[in-house]
C-alpha cells in the first residue's frame, strides 16, 4: 500500500508539472485550462491502478485500465525528452533575443505532444507484432548427431500486468511452429506474485519440443515471491526448471548438457555456475540459460561454450539501448565473452509500457552446427 501511494505522490507531482508546461506555460485561457487539467486528473488513475497491478491484485478485472496505465507512463517518458530539447531551443532562443516566446513555447508544445504520442502509438504496434529471427552457431565440440538441432530461445514474456494469457497463447503458438528441438526459456516470463497472474502464463503448458523444454528464473519471478515458487509453477506447466543445475539432452549415443542459474542478482538463492556444472562430463559442449548476459565472465570462465540470456529487451524503447548495452556488454544478437559464444534476445514481451521504439520483440531460433 506504501508503495502505491509513493507512487500516486510521484505521478500527482508529474502531471502537475505537466498542467504547469503545456497550460500555463503557453498562456491558454481559463477554459482551455480546466479542460487541460481534467484531462491530466484522468490521466492519472490507470498508471496509479497499474502500479498495484499483479503484485497488490489480480490485474484480470482491470487489465484495459492498466494497458491504457502503462502506455501513459510511455507517452510521459517522451514527452520528458521532448521537453528537454525544447528546453534547449528555449535557451537558444533567448540567446539569440527571439521575442516572441509565448509564440515558441505554443510551438513548441504541440510538437512535442504530437511527436510523443505518434512514437508511442508506433510503439504500441510495433510491440504487437511478434516476430523469429534465426542464426546458426557453430561449435566445435558440437557431436554430429546434434548437427543441425533447433533451439527456441524465448525470454521476457512479462505477461501479468497489461498483457494476459492471450498474449502467451499467441507466444506458444508461434514458437510451435517453428517445430524446436528443443525450447529455452530464460527468465522473467511474467509481472506479479503466482496468487494472481499464474493463469497469464498457464498456455506455457502448450509448448511443444522434441527434446525438452528448459526455464531459468529471470529477476522478476523473485521481485514478489521468491524465485522458487515461479519454477515450481513452470514444472507444474511440463517445464524443466534449472536451479544451479543441468539437465543431458540426448541423440542418439551422443548427450549435450543444459545447465542453467539462478538470476545474476539474485541473493536467495544465489546463482552458482560452478554447482550448475558440477560432475558434468569433460569435453561434452554445455549450454548455459542465465537471465542476465553480465553472467557470461563466470561462464566462460568455467569453459561453457554457449549462454543463452534475455533481460536487455534490446533497450526496448529508445535510447535506453544506448545505457543497456553500456550495462549488459551486450544488447541483443550474437557475442563472445572470452571463448564462450553468447546470444542475447530482445524477449518476445515488454516490461513496463507494452511499447517497443527501436527493439522489435523477437522469439530466436538458433541453429547448432558442427563446425
Same mark, same amino acid.
Given at each position: ?28 485561457? +481559463? #477554459? %482551455?485550462?480546466?479542460? $487541460? *487539467?481534467? =484531462?491530466? &486528473? ?6 496509479? !491502478?497499474? @502500479? ?61 505532444? +504530437? #511527436? %510523443?504520442?505518434?512514437? $508511442? *502509438?508506433? =510503439?504500441? &504496434? ?6 523469429? !529471427?534465426? @542464426? ?62 499464474? #493463469?497469464?502464463?498457464?498456455?506455457? *503448458? ?166
Amino acid at each position: 500500500m506504501f508503495q502505491m501511494l509513493f507512487v500516486g505522490a510521484v505521478l500527482g507531482l508529474v502531471h502537475w508539472l505537466l498542467y504547469r508546461r503545456f497550460a500555463v506555460a503557453p498562456g491558454l485561457g +481559463v #477554459a %482551455a485550462r480546466r479542460a $487541460v *487539467a481534467v =484531462g491530466l &486528473v484522468l490521466l492519472w488513475i490507470p498508471p496509479f !491502478v497499474a @502500479a498495484g497491478a499483479g503484485n497488490a491484485f489480480s490485474p484480470q478485472p482491470v487489465r484495459s485500465i492498466v494497458f491504457l496505465g502503462e502506455v501513459w507512463l510511455a507517452v510521459l517518458f517522451y514527452l520528458g525528452i521532448g521537453l528537454m530539447v525544447a528546453g534547449l531551443v528555449l535557451l537558444a532562443a533567448r540567446l539569440l533575443k527571439y521575442q516572441d516566446r509565448r509564440r515558441l513555447i505554443r510551438g513548441l508544445s504541440a510538437v512535442v505532444i +504530437v #511527436a %510523443a504520442v505518434g512514437t $508511442v *502509438a508506433y =510503439g504500441v &504496434v510495433e510491440a504487437n507484432r511478434l516476430r523469429v !529471427v534465426e @542464426a546458426d552457431l557453430t561449435f566445435a565440440q558440437l557431436p554430429r548427431q546434434f548437427d543441425g538441432l533447433r533451439v527456441v530461445v524465448v525470454a521476457d514474456i512479462h505477461v501479468g500486468a497489461a498483457r494476459g494469457a492471450e498474449f502467451t497463447r499467441r507466444v506458444v503458438e508461434l514458437v510451435n511452429e517453428q517445430q524446436p528441438d528443443v525450447i529455452v526459456l530464460p527468465g522473467d516470463l511474467l509481472d506479479g506474485a503466482v496468487e494472481h497472474v499464474a #493463469a497469464d502464463i498457464d498456455p506455457l *503448458a502448450g509448448l511443444r519440443s522434441k527434446y525438452g523444454k528448459f526455464v531459468v528464473a529471470g529477476n522478476h519471478e523473485g521481485y514478489v515471491n521468491r524465485p522458487d515458487s515461479w519454477l515450481d509453477y513452470y514444472d507444474r506447466l511440463g517445464l524443466t526448471s534449472l536451479r544451479n543445475s543441468r539437465a543431458a539432452v540426448t541423440v542418439g549415443d551422443a548427450s549435450i548438457d543444459i545447465a542453467g542459474v539462478y538470476d545474476f542478482a539474485a541473493t536467495d538463492p544465489a546463482p552458482d555456475v560452478a554447482a550448475a556444472l558440477a560432475g558434468r562430463e569433460q569435453g561434452r559442449l554445455t549450454v548455459l540459460l542465465a537471465h542476465q548476459p553480465l553472467q557470461g565472465t563466470v561462464a566462460s570462465e568455467h569453459g561453457v561454450q554457449l549462454q543463452l540470456s534475455g533481460h536487455t529487451h534490446g533497450g526496448q524503447m529508445w535510447p535506453l539501448m544506448y545505457p543497456a548495452k553500456w550495462i549488459n556488454g551486450t544488447v541483443a544478437g550474437h557475442s563472445r565473452v572470452g571463448e564462450m559464444q553468447m546470444f542475447t534476445t530482445r524477449g518476445v514481451g515488454a516490461w513496463g509500457p507494452p511499447v517497443r521504439v527501436g527493439a522489435p520483440p523477437d522469439i530466436a531460433v538458433l541453429t547448432l552446427r558442427v563446425g
